[in-house]
């Protein structure tokens, strides 16, 4: 199989370095791809939001099954040009991929699939937007409806910097989602879909704010951990009928969401990444994507044993059947990402970069590029995230100690990163009680 990774960035490297350890694939190259991808593959130029040219590459290059990394290409209608070239594509059509692109589109699908999640309100006046403030109450959750890399959701208890980011996004010509606020610890579950059959990966935990113990603004993930062993005991009873929480989601949310999508004539092809939250009611949606989860697969791939080329062929061309499982190497694997000077607002580029390889030769290790250029015969940083650095061990502390280690070795001026990823689930400290058999349904 020779397979096109489109993207630049770090979920890209891990797709990519996944499909190089898969013995069906002979070869591998990405587009744009960034400087760390460059030097595991060939990386040709493209704008991968334009699909006219996504499709002439894809055909040029004589692929044998195309896979869309990010969110923006996918909302451009990439994957529909692709596969209207006759080449597979791992990644939903443009209307598809509207359970991403619109919050309030998920929002509607949901409600008809009956799937669990945040009670919200769509609003497009800033009347509205007060009305809705004060129905649902402290903390306020205010979400711009479209695609604004992670950052276009608050979450505060302050009403005023609600009522201003709501206002901030119809100023800007969007509509906004105003919705119930979720408690409860959150997970990223991956279910990698053909339009009807379903494969879930192994759930993963993300850190989505720029600090230490959440504090300041939301960024696309400043880390990740899995698998999570403090959801081992949870339980749902529906029905009378006990479900592990992937079991839980697959029935609950994916599985009535690719029905609901497939029903409309807009199949869903590609990976429903489900955000949820634990809460002390039962599992909710927090937000739906139609892609990966950047950080989250760069931990996830590293335990993947499964081969992912062949997988990923099977879930574009409808052969994904029933009864398929994975196949997950023993132990843990955590991601640190390593951000630029300013992040998440305004990030300084052009830092030179030094030690990655000093890192890389630590046992267990690995460094995956997100936003880095060569410059100067080196490394320098070229977006906002810069690296996420990955450890594996056979325990999640080894994992997590194996990261930080590869992130002292790994230097440039103002480069910043969490410090706490994974701290709680080492301590203990999550425990999300399985809700009461009798509770509430929704
Ligand atoms: P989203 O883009 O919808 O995933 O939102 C980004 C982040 O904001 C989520 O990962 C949560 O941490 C937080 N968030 C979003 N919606 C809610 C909610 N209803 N309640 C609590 N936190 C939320
Ligand atoms: N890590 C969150 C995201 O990819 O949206």
Not at 147 to 159: C, F, I, P, Y
Not at 178 to 204: H, R, W, Y
Not at 412 to 427: E, M, N, V
Request: hydrophobic share 45%; charged share 20%.
């Amino acid at each position: 199989m020779k397979i096109l990774v489109l993207g630049p960035g770090g979920r890209e490297h891990a797709i990519v370095r996944a499909l190089l350890r898969d013995p069906a694939v002979e070869t591998v190259e990405a587009a744009p791809g960034n400087a760390g991808i460059a030097r595991d593959v060939t990386c040709r130029p493209v704008d991968a939001t334009d699909p006219e040219s996504v499709a002439a590459l894809a055909a040029a290059g004589a692929y044998d099954l195309v896979v869309i990394g990010p969110e923006a290409p996918l909302a451009a209608g990439v994957a529909d040009a692709v596969r209207a070239a006759g080449i597979p594509v791992f990644g939903p059509s443009q209307d598809a991929a509207q359970l991403e692109a619109s919050k309030a589109f998920a929002k509607e699908i949901m409600a008809a699939a009956a799937v669990p999640t945040a009670e919200a309100i769509h609003i497009t006046t800033a009347a509205e937007a007060a009305d809705a403030l004060n129905r649902f109450g402290p903390p306020y959750v205010v979400k711009d409806d479209g695609l604004a890399a992670g950052k276009g959701v608050v979450v505060t208890e302050n009403r005023d910097e609600a009522q201003t980011h709501a206002e901030a996004c119809l100023t800007g010509g969007s509509t906004v989602v105003i919705e119930e606020f979720l408690d409860g610890p959150e997970v990223s579950l991956f279910v990698i879909c053909d339009g009807q059959n379903l494969v879930p990966m192994s759930p993963a935990q993300d850190f989505k704010r720029i600090y230490d113990d959440d504090a300041g603004p939301n960024t696309g993930g400043m880390g990740a951990y899995t698998p999570l062993d403090w959801l081992e005991g949870y339980t749902e009873t529906h029905g009378g009928v006990p479900r592990n929480f992937t079991e839980i989601v697959v029935d609950r949310v994916a599985r009535p969401t690719v029905e609901e999508m497939a029903r409309r004539g807009t199949p869903f092809v590609g990976v429903l990444y489900c955000g949820l939250a634990i809460t002390s009611r039962g599992v909710r949606v927090v937000e739906f994507n139609a892609r990966f989860g950047d950080p989250e697969i760069q931990a996830v791939l590293e335990r993947l044993a499964t081969p992912l080329g062949a997988l990923l062929f099977d879930a574009a061309t409808g052969q994904l059947g029933t009864g398929r499982h994975l196949r997950w190497s023993d132990g843990y694997a955590a991601d640190v990402v390593m951000a630029a000077e300013n992040y998440p607002e305004a990030p300084r580029k052009g830092d030179a970069i030094t030690g990655i390889a000093d890192a890389e030769a630590l046992d267990g290790v690995a460094v995956l590029h997100a936003g880095t250029a060569e410059k100067d015969e080196g490394l320098a940083t070229a977006g906002g995230r810069v690296l996420a650095v990955v450890g594996t061990g056979g325990t999640l502390r080894e994992a997590v100690d194996r990261a930080y280690a590869g992130v002292d070795r790994i230097e440039w001026s103002g480069a910043q990163h969490r410090t706490d990823i994974a701290a709680k689930a080492l301590a203990g400290q999550i425990n999300p009680g399985s809700p009461a058999p009798e509770g509430p349904q929704q």
